[in-house]
C-alpha cells in the first residue's frame, strides 16, 4: 500500500533539500566539506559516498562533480560581485591579488541576505581585520594597508550614496534662497542636508587616485587591458570630501578642513552661526573664512547639497 505525500509535506521536503544543496555549494572548501558541515548535516545528514541518493548523477557526471559545476559557479558570481562594486581597489591591487582578497572576505563575511547589495558592506573592516603588517602586539608597522582600507571606504560610500535616497524630482535649496536670508537671521538658520550628502575624511589622497585611475580606466581601448604604468601609492596626508547626487549621478567635491567642520557641524543640525564657529576652529585667518564662506555656500547650494532651510530655535 503506497502512502502519498501531502503537498505542506512536498513542500518541506523541497524546502530541506534546497537549504542543504545551499549549505553545500556555498561552502568555501569545497563539495566534500560542505557535505561534512553541520549546516549541511542538520537538514541531510548523510555521508559523501551518499548523495547520489539526494541528487543523482548525470550520464557524464557523478553527483560530487555536479554539486562542484554550482559552487563553482557560486563563488564566481560572488566575485564578480565585489569586482563590481570595488573596481578601483581591484585595480589598484590587481587582479589576482584582490580575488585572494575577495575569496578571504567571502569565508569571514559569507552571503547571508537575499540580495547581493549588501554583499560588500563589511570589505573595508576585512580588510582592517586581517592586514598582514601587524606586529607582535598587534600594531601596524605599514601604511599600505591604510590607504587600501581608505579606498575601499570611499567605493562603498559612493555606491551607498549612488543607491540611497536623493533630490530628483523636487528642487534643492537654491542659492537665491541663501542670498535672501537676511543677516540678522542667518547665524541662528539650519540648513537642512540632502538626503543625498555624505562626509568623509581619509588619511590619504584616495580621491584623487580613484580619479586617476578612473580617467586612465576610460582611456584603454580593450576592457581589461592592464596598464603598464600604474601609479604608486600617494604618501599620507588628510583628505576631505564631500559626496552627493544629482540627475542620478555621484559626484565628489574635494574639501578643505575648514569646510569639512563647517559642514561637520550643519549636518550634526548645528545652526549655521555654530558651524562657523567650529570652521573658524580649522583656519588660522578668520579674515580669509569671512570673504569665503559666501562662495562656499553659493557653491554648495548651487551643488544640491541642501534641500530646506528652518528658522529659529528647535
Same mark, same amino acid.
Given at each position: ?95 589576482? %591579488?584582490? !580575488?585572494? #582578497? &575577495?575569496? $578571504?572576505?567571502? +569565508?569571514?563575511?559569507?552571503? /547571508? ?5 549588501? =554583499? ?54 537654491? %542659492?537665491? !534662497?541663501? #542670498? &535672501?536670508? $537676511?543677516?540678522? +537671521?542667518?547665524?541662528?538658520? /539650519? ?5 543625498? =550628502? ?59 578642513? &575648514? ?56
Amino acid at each position: 500500500m503506497s502512502h502519498a505525500i501531502s503537498p505542506d509535506g512536498a513542500a518541506r521536503e523541497l524546502q530541506r533539500i534546497q537549504r542543504w544543496m545551499q549549505a553545500v555549494i556555498a561552502h568555501p572548501d569545497g563539495i566534500a566539506a560542505g557535505v561534512e558541515s553541520d549546516e549541511a548535516r542538520r537538514e541531510i545528514d548523510i555521508a559523501l559516498e551518499r548523495i547520489d541518493e539526494v541528487v543523482s548523477p548525470s550520464r557524464n557526471l557523478p553527483s560530487e562533480e555536479r554539486l562542484a559545476i554550482y559552487g563553482r559557479a557560486y563563488y564566481s558570481r560572488l566575485l564578480e560581485c565585489l569586482r563590481s562594486v570595488y573596481p578601483i581597489v581591484a585595480q589598484t591591487v590587481g587582479e589576482e %591579488a584582490f !580575488d585572494a #582578497l &575577495a575569496f $578571504g572576505y567571502l +569565508r569571514d563575511y559569507p552571503s /547571508r541576505s537575499y540580495t547581493l547589495d549588501h =554583499l560588500g558592506a563589511s570589505f573595508a573592516q576585512f580588510l582592517d581585520e586581517t592586514r598582514p603588517d601587524r606586529d607582535a602586539t598587534g600594531a601596524p608597522k605599514e601604511t599600505w594597508p591604510d590607504f587600501l582600507i581608505d579606498l575601499a571606504r570611499l567605493e562603498w560610500a559612493i555606491g551607498e550614496v549612488f543607491d540611497g535616497p536623493g533630490i530628483e524630482g523636487r528642487p534643492p535649496l537654491a %542659492a537665491e !534662497d541663501l #542670498l &535672501a536670508i $537676511g543677516p540678522q +537671521r542667518w547665524p541662528e538658520a /539650519r540648513l537642512v542636508p540632502a538626503p543625498c =550628502l555624505r562626509l568623509l575624511r581619509f588619511g590619504f589622497p584616495v580621491n584623487d587616485h580613484f580619479t586617476e585611475l578612473r580617467r586612465e580606466t576610460g582611456l584603454r581601448e580593450e576592457p581589461g587591458q592592464e596598464r603598464s604604468d600604474e601609479p604608486p601609492l600617494p604618501d599620507p596626508a588628510a583628505t576631505y570630501l564631500a559626496l552627493t547626487r544629482r540627475d542620478f549621478v555621484v559626484r565628489r567635491h574635494a574639501l578643505n578642513e &575648514a569646510q569639512f567642520e563647517l559642514l561637520h557641524a550643519i549636518m550634526a543640525d548645528e545652526t549655521v552661526g555654530q558651524a562657523i564657529t567650529h570652521a573658524a576652529e580649522a583656519v588660522p585667518d578668520l579674515e580669509s573664512l569671512a570673504a569665503d564662506l559666501r562662495s562656499w555656500f553659493h557653491e554648495w547650494a548651487t551643488a544640491g547639497f541642501f534641500s530646506g532651510i528652518l528658522h529659529g530655535t528647535k
